[in-house]
């Protein structure tokens, strides 16, 4: 199961310097997240029920961080995102877990999805 996280703040630029590809981490050692005026770290320790994730996020002008936990078992994944303007694919970071190897990477691009108007 996905878990998805939407954090209304401000326009991403890049996830994890603006590669596509996965960057795969270490318990207790951590990984880098740069999401344009969002930067932090995530890192993982082993607990009996999956690895818990943990996520800290702060704004680059030093505003207060934002810390997101969540245990993933094997085959799972969990999106931090914030939207764009309208029409706009959200930017986003997924971290997975597949076996004993967490990653963390920018998903695919979603198609946007508009609202039809009802009359």
């Known amino acids: 199961m996905t878990y998805r996280i939407f954090t209304a703040a401000a326009a991403l630029a890049a996830a ?9 981490i270490k ?11 969002l930067a932090g770290v995530a890192y993982y320790t082993a607990e009996p029920k999956g690895y818990r994730v943990v996520v800290t ?14 245990v993933l078992a094997s085959g799972q994944s969990v999106t931090l995102s914030t939207p764009q303007e ?29 609202a039809a108007a009802l009359d």
Do not use: H, M
């Open 57 to 70: 996020l702060a704004r680059t002008d030093a505003a207060r961080a934002v810390r997101f936990e969540t």
């Open 86 to 114: 309208r029409g706009a694919a959200a930017e986003a970071v997924e971290i997975s877990r597949t076996g004993d190897t967490v990653a963390v990477s920018r998903p695919r691009p979603a198609p946007t999805r508009e």
């Open 27 to 37: 318990p207790l050692d951590g990984g880098s997240i740069n999401l344009g005026e």
């Open 16 to 24: 994890l310097a603006g590669t596509a590809s996965a960057e795969t």
